[in-house]
């Protein structure tokens, strides 16, 4: 059964950051990789390429645009968002029940 993981990630323009977060879905027990950190930033509405892989740094990939993402990895993933963990469920199939 898969599993919804927030990953939290930066957003670093040349005169500004932003803290934000993705949503993804992997199966119990798996954890996420560099591809599918890139394919939740992109689903987000960046298109980017990876620029560093051990600090897990991405980069905008259209011409003309100059900034960084960068995935915290160590965020502090026990802290519950309820509002988030709700917005989520709503978009979540309901299975039927046996």
């Known amino acids: 059964m898969k599993k919804e993981h927030i990953i939290h990630f930066k957003v670093i323009h040349k005169d500004s950051v ?12 798996q954890k996420p990789t560099l591809n599918d ?3 939740c930033l992109i689903d987000c509405g960046h298109d980017v390429r990876i620029e560093n892989k051990d600090q897990a740094i991405f980069r905008a990939n259209k011409p003309g645009e100059q900034y960084w993402i960068q995935v915290l990895r160590e965020h502090d993933s026990n802290t519950r968002d309820l509002n988030v963990e709700n917005l989520a469920k709503s978009f979540m199939k309901n299975e039927p029940t046996a």
């Open 18 to 29: 932003q803290l934000l977060r993705g949503l993804i879905f992997l199966e119990e027990n």
């Open 37 to 39: 950190f890139q394919q």
